[in-house]
């Protein structure tokens, strides 16, 4: 049997569903094809439930300023871990619930539920039948990489796949990989009673290129948990669970995180019979700006094309792939500034253009420390760090990294400089109230003024 469309979606996540809202501007002549659970990676193991457990973690941390404070009390307060889980999981279910409002409403003329393999550039195999399109939208997502050699320690290993799915803790846990899920997670599993130890094989955490940024952060992390860099976890079992070492350094746990990032799921789609070359990391390659396979009449979108696996980029390479699949000719459309952050205690983020991409012969760095910073003594979380970078030449601001509190909501104001491209000067005319955390953005901006080749005589003032 062969059915016709004009636009075949495969993957219903987050890239697919925001792929689908351009299409249906344009055509009802669609399919969506989804193998696997529904529920977009960022609802039900991503996003969401890690916020869920990191705000339960942050609120009873907070018990620990409390004395400070004058407020009595604070150590008698105590985490009833299964009752927090089950909270993370009813939030988490929530989520969920949201995405699937979408394909709730398909019916089998829109939706299939399977997996698809190409046959030729227009044709894909599913459940025994055959579907042809003019456009596809590749959106399958990824899935948390464990090496073949640990998956023999069973129920051990945890990933992002099965700890929100927990319905108790263990007593100990050694998290491999501090990008942003082994640090947002190890950093909220310590807080709720589990003793963590962190592990990656690199000498930067949360895929940090500022030395300065990336010692502070270490330090500040650290003072929570041990954090061992510089070489690769060995695991073996043992008696009483899993013997980690990372150097000379060993530990033994009741459990593993791995968090060494995301693989595409590309290897059942039969891409190579197209023809595709793939890249270093096993991705087909493709225009960033269009997200078309080479002249195939194929776009990739979201995780699975392995480049800015985050939400918010998710949904533009949806849009755009979506876009290009019912329009004529395929347009190219511009990337929004890099924005990472990572949500542990102090935010960890990184904006634009970061040093190991930057000439530094050619740009000035304006750093504030946050120990005098007012509004983060008062808030109690006064240890971190931002650097600004800022094009010598004529102040254009270019980047940033930071660990530091609300680093999250300091990491969006200067993306949305950079995009708009907005210099040092531009940005200190803006208004600064006081006390914020922002004051600090505002500090940093001083201190780039005096290494930069030009002068303003008035910076902060504008004449009408």
């Known amino acids: 049997m062969i059915r016709k469309f004009e636009v075949a979606i495969i993957g219903v996540g987050s890239a697919g569903l925001f792929a689908l809202s351009q299409v249906r501007k344009k055509t009802d002549d669609f399919i969506l094809i989804n193998g696997g659970e529904l529920g977009t990676t960022c609802a039900r193991v991503g996003c969401m439930p890690s916020k869920v457990m990191i705000q339960v973690a942050e609120d009873f941390q907070r018990r620990k ?6 407020i009595n009390g604070g150590d008698a307060l105590t985490l009833d871990a299964e009752a927090a889980l089950e909270h ?3 939030l988490r279910d ?7 409002q979408v394909t709730d409403e398909m019916d089998p003329a ?5 997996y698809a393999k190409f046959v030729d550039r227009n044709t894909l195999a599913v459940n025994g039948e055959q579907i042809q399109a003019q456009r596809f939208i590749i959106a399958t997502g990824s899935t948390p990489i464990v090496p073949a050699a640990w998956r023999d320690f069973g129920e051990h290993i945890l990933t992002t796949d099965s700890i929100f799915e927990l319905e108790s803790l263990p007593a100990s846990l050694a998290v491999i990989g501090l990008g942003a899920i082994g640090l ?4 909220a599993l310590q807080r709720f009673g589990v003793k963590v130890t962190a592990v990656d094989q690199l000498t930067r955490i949360a895929n940090l290129q500022d030395e300065v940024v990336n010692r502070q952060a270490i330090d500040v992390l650290g003072r929570e948990f041990p954090i061992w860099l510089g070489a690769a976890a060995e695991l073996q079992k043992v008696e009483s669970g899993i013997e980690v070492r990372c ?20 290897e059942s789609l039969g891409l190579e019979s197209l023809g595709v070359k793939l890249n270093a990391q096993a991705v087909p390659e493709y225009d960033p700006l269009t997200m078309q396979l080479a002249d195939l009449p194929i776009f990739i979108a979201g995780d699975v094309n392995a480049e800015r696996a985050v939400l918010h980029e998710a949904g533009h390479e949806g849009r755009v792939a979506g876009y290009n699949a019912v329009h004529e000719p395929v347009v190219a459309f511009k990337r929004k500034t890099p924005l990472g952050i990572t949500f542990c205690e102090p935010n960890i983020a990184t904006v634009g253009a970061q040093l190991n991409e930057l000439d530094e012969t050619r740009i000035a760095i304006g750093e504030i420390q946050f120990g005098p910073v007012g509004r983060a003594l008062i808030i109690g979380h006064n240890r971190g760090v931002l650097r600004l970078y800022v094009n010598r030449s004529d102040g254009l601001l270019l980047g940033a990294a930071m660990v530091c509190v609300k680093g999250e909501n300091l990491a969006h104001l200067i993306a949305w400089s950079i995009q708009q491209g907005l210099t040092v000067f531009d940005m200190l005319k803006m208004p600064f109230y006081h006390p914020v955390i922002e004051e600090a953005l505002q500090a940093a901006l ?9 002068r303003h005589e008035l ?3 504008e004449a009408v």
């Open 247 to 266: 150097g000379e350094q060993t530990v033994v746990v009741e459990k593993v995180l791995a968090s060494l990032g995301r693989t595409p799921n590309l």
């Open 446 to 454: 001083y201190a780039v003024l005096s290494q930069l080749d030009i």
């Open 94 to 100: 929530t989520f969920v619930d949201q995405t699937l």
């Open 88 to 90: 993370v999981q009813d």
């Open 65 to 70: 300023i409390f004395e400070r404070e004058g």
């Open 459 to 461: 910076v902060e003032l």
């Open 184 to 187: 947002e997670l190890g950093q």
């Open 110 to 114: 829109h939706f299939i539920d399977g």
